[in-house]
T-cell receptor, first 114, second 114 residues
């Protein structure tokens, strides 16, 4: 069965500092990987996705993520965070085909210090 | 362009009552997903449909839960009878099978069962 682990429940970062959110997955085949962001009281917004090809993927809002098959990881990064980045971040894995449900991690709550 | 629409946004009901949550997917999308989010269990896939047909309902917690998709533009998730442990945020998402496989989430319905 597929699973996603986000080891950090909370992360606090100073505004302007760099950010890395960790994600490890367990999946028997080539995974489709996603990062979503959820602001309080809102739905989930897709930040970026990885299907194949270049293992470094760029997303919206200045985020990027790197797929490392050997480490079963798909960590999210941003070189300089803004106060508006404070939110809940979810990593998710899904099978290919375009029409199957996703398995989500428990999320990482990002706090931005002024 | 209207995203995924869910109604109601908030629902408060008493234990034992029937609850119906509604979802209108993005026009042209042919896959629809229902997820539930709780503090304890995170985001869980309940059921999904492809071309209005239920494909996997293994995530539906028990027989009190049922979902239908009578046409491509409407789906319901019903809980009968409701229990306090059903209190959660219920998200609907849609995607285009065979496309970029991005699931677009609605704003969610926050259900409180007292």
């Amino acid at each position: 069965a597929q699973s996603v682990t986000q080891p950090d429940i909370h992360i606090t970062v100073s505004e302007g500092a760099s950010l890395e959110l960790r994600c490890n997955y367990s999946y028997g085949a080539t995974p489709y990987l996603f990062w979503y962001v959820q602001s309080p009281g809102q739905g989930l917004q897709l930040l970026l996705k990885y299907f194949s090809g270049d293992t470094l993927v760029q997303g919206i809002k200045g985020f990027e993520a790197e797929f490392k098959r050997s480490q079963s990881s798909f960590n999210l990064r941003k070189p300089s965070v803004h106060w508006s980045d404070a939110a809940e971040y979810f990593c998710a894995v899904g099978p290919g085909g375009g029409a199957d449900g996703l398995t989500f991690g428990k999320g990482t709550h990002l706090i931005i210090q002024p | 362009d209207a995203g995924v629409i869910q109604s109601p946004r908030h629902e408060v009901t008493e234990m034992g009552q029937e609850v119906t949550l509604r979802c209108k997917p993005i026009s042209g999308h042919n896959s629809l997903f229902w997820y539930r989010q709780t503090m304890m269990r995170g985001l869980e896939l309940l059921i999904y449909f492809n071309n209005n047909v239920p494909i996997d309902d293994s995530g539906m917690p028990e027989d009190r839960f049922s979902a239908k998709m009578p046409n491509a533009s409407f789906s319901t998730l019903k809980i009968q009878p409701s229990e306090p442990r059903d209190s959660a945020v219920y998200f609907c998402a849609s995607s285009f099978q065979g496309g970029a496989y991005e699931q677009y989430f609605g704003p969610g319905t926050r259900l409180t069962v007292t």
